[in-house]
């Protein structure tokens, strides 16, 4: 069965860090692009990074860039999402999804498989 499956969200304050998960089974990542992306209550949702399969090249949105890292693990088959210096506007529920292109991409509607999403929460 494909699928992709997060963790490590949970409550955090401001300024703290968190590690978030997304770990496939049913596929390998190596073909992919795998993103994370966001949503707010009452918001969009939004890209945040995301990272090639096959490269490992990345990209970041620019209101995370310098505080979070995208990075995989090919023999795990996982994507992990690195957080630091949080702030209450990173507030939300973070999805990881996979895009069988050849370029990075932030466009969620490049992306066909997508996981059940993992809550993160900023606040003191």
């Known amino acids: 069965q494909v699928q992709l499956v997060e963790s490590g969200g949970g409550l955090v304050q401001p300024g703290g860090s968190l590690r978030l998960s997304c770990a496939a089974s049913?596929?390998?990542?190596?073909?992919?692009?795998i993103g994370w992306f966001r949503q707010a209550p009452g918001m969009e949702r939004e890209a945040v990074s995301c990272v090639s399969g096959r490269n490992g090249g990345t990209t970041y949105t620019p209101s995370v860039r310098g505080r979070f890292t995208i990075s995989r693990d090919p023999a795990e088959n996982t994507v992990y999402l690195q957080m630091n210096s949080l702030k209450p506007e990173d507030t939300g529920v973070y999805y990881c999804?996979?895009?069988?292109?050849?370029?990075?991409?932030?466009?969620?509607?490049?992306?066909?498989?997508w996981g059940q999403g993992t809550q993160v929460t900023v606040s003191s």
């Open positions: 999804a996979t895009a069988r292109i050849m370029w990075l991409s932030l466009a969620s509607a490049d992306y066909s498989i």
């Open positions: 049913g596929f390998s990542l190596d073909d992919y692009v």
